[in-house]
């Protein structure tokens, strides 16, 4: 059956999250703001979140798309829905969080203000979140004299080195740049589980700016760590570690030496992992495609060994 269009797409990538997926179902029955599909990409749960899911469309309450795929990772669930996108905007809620009761109207809002300011640049507003006890999460503090900024997630991730939970409303659009979730083509693909997701959205505000919202609009859960996502630092975090790493230092060149020591954070933990995975120095350096990355990167090899015998004590943990 095919789909109705709406103006904004609810999409949640998911795996194994039965215990947790509730609750965001909740929170979206509560939005005020009523247009919009719940978009379900599936990566290949083993629990009951299918069966789950099957009783929240037989409630008929909201307007639910669900698809199942393989696992491969979140990158790879991003993807596969990006093809599937109708609506105008999208916002992406993981599936062990929650949308604030006003977040899709608030949303709503600020791109009708977007609109009447005739700003066509602007692909993106990001809004605050906070955690399960209130307090929101980041170390920006928004100016006093307004409730937004206008930026883009480079500038404020990487030469501001402003790192915050967010929660993001996409233009549609925007997830139809050119290769935007592809990266079959580059060194270790085939090793990797989860393409971080800051490489697409470093790749989106090479196009467009980002409205910053000093207003949250999700609560976010640290309960859970079966998803799609893990805090274990093992053999295959590594993995993923190298490829993110490598992608993000090539791509934004220009950015890297305007923070230092986020720069050098990130040469550490790519070299890091490398060794701890034994991969071949020449090939770890090749993949860089900047000199004085290559440079910089053989100047930490004697400390990230160090790091890497700490990191493959616990791949077999």
């Avoid at 599937?84 to 599936?95: A, E, K, Q």
């Avoid at 206008?150 to 991730?157: A, V």
């Avoid at 790519?270 to 053989?298: E, F, G, Q």
Wanted: aromatic share 12%.
């Amino acid at each position: 059956m095919a789909q109705r269009k709406h103006k904004y797409t609810i999409l949640t990538p998911t795996y194994n999250r039965e215990r947790t997926i509730g609750r965001l179902y909740e929170s979206l029955k509560r939005q005020t703001y009523k247009d919009f599909l719940w978009l379900i990409v599936d990566d290949g749960s083993q629990d009951r979140t299918k069966q789950l899911i099957e009783e929240f469309i037989k409630e008929g309450v909201l307007d639910i798309e669900y698809h199942y795929k393989e696992n491969g990772g979140k990158h790879t669930t991003l993807l596969y829905a990006s093809k599937l996108l109708l609506s105008d905007y999208v916002v992406i809620i993981d599936d062990d969080d929650e949308a604030t009761d006003d977040c899709l109207a608030v949303f709503d809002d600020t791109w009708k203000k977007i609109a009447s300011e005739g700003r066509n640049d602007i692909g993106a507003i990001r809004a605050l979140s906070v955690d399960m006890n209130g307090h929101v999460s980041g170390n920006y503090s928004p100016p006093m004299d307004s409730s937004y900024i206008d930026s883009n997630y480079i500038e404020m991730e990487w030469v501001r080195g402003k790192h915050l939970e967010n929660i993001t409303c996409w233009k549609s659009e925007t997830f139809r740049i050119p290769r935007l979730f592809d990266d079959s083509d580059k060194w270790l693909y085939d090793k990797v589980k989860a393409v971080y997701e800051t490489v697409f959205w470093n790749r989106i505000a090479r196009q467009y700016n980002t409205r910053y919202l000093f207003t949250p609009l999700r609560i976010y859960y640290t309960d859970s760590m079966d998803g799609l996502t893990n805090s274990k630092f093992n053999e295959q975090k590594c993995y993923n570690h190298v490829f993110t790493k490598y992608v993000q230092l090539n791509e934004q060149d220009e950015y890297n030496w305007k923070n230092p020591f986020h720069l050098l954070k990130m040469l550490g933990e790519y070299m890091s992992c490398a060794i701890a995975l034994r991969l071949p120095m020449k090939d770890v350096l090749k993949a860089l495609d900047s000199r004085r990355n290559k440079i910089t990167a053989v100047l930490l090899l004697i400390p990230s060994y160090f790091v890497s015998i700490r990191l493959r004590k616990d791949f077999d943990k």
